[in-house]
């Protein structure tokens, strides 16, 4: 029998506000990837990818073992560009494949980072929920019950390369910047372990880095402004954007989304609850 694996990931949403390059989370959105053994290289996609080795699927499962007599079926529904962590995706069904294929038990998380060093967005996609991360350490939180959000994706024109959008943030930051991060944080660290609302939305404000990368996408910047207008617990900016991560409740995700098309016509809005589930491997 020939080996195979299929391996589903979720999408995830980096910094949640305040928590730059420490905070993320798990979105059920997901990238799934079909690996099996047929005696030839290939890879099937719709997608606007690249379809030899240099596909960053086939790239990370060759950081463990070759991938001759190996075909890809890949399929996703996490938008290429924008912030909702494809590549961190990308690369860990890659990884995973090739560790579950060859029996290798290896640190998933770890070969991971050696490829891409956003360790944030790995953390989610493989644990699920919502992480801190440092780098010697991973806290996994639990999404609360009631909790949802709204993806608005900008049309694929805006998007903003991840390193044009690190290159907007200084070396070094004014100190009360840096003390409202800090307690911004722990207000959304306190608020989802709660599931206390009102916390969650006083912490979600940030004042360190998309202020810094708002000429980059100053449209999403409104969105995010906006949202606790549309009944909105607040907004935040995904990873390095433009793709803006409104949170919301339940009950309200409706209003919130009709809301929202109605200030970006033309985005790509999606009503999304926060994933539990990250990396799963069936064989």
Sequence with gaps: MNRRRVVRVPATSANLGPGFDVLACALDLALTVEVEETGEFAVHTDLAVPTDRTNLIVRAFESLHSADDFTFKVTSEIPLTGGLGSSASAILAGVAAADHIFELGGDLLAQAAQIEDHVD?????????FVVCTRGHIARIEPPAGLEGVVAIPPAEQSVPTEQARAALPDQVPMREAVASIAHSAYVVLGLERGDWDLLARGLDDVLHQPRREHLYPQSMQLVRSARGFGALGATISGAGPTVLIWTTWENTGNVLDAARAAVPGW????VTFAEQGLDVQV
């Excluded at 790509?268 to 009503?271: E, T, Y």
């Design 121 to 129: 967005n790995l953390a989610a996609a493989l644990h699920g929920g």
């Design 268 to 271: 790509d809005l999606r009503r």
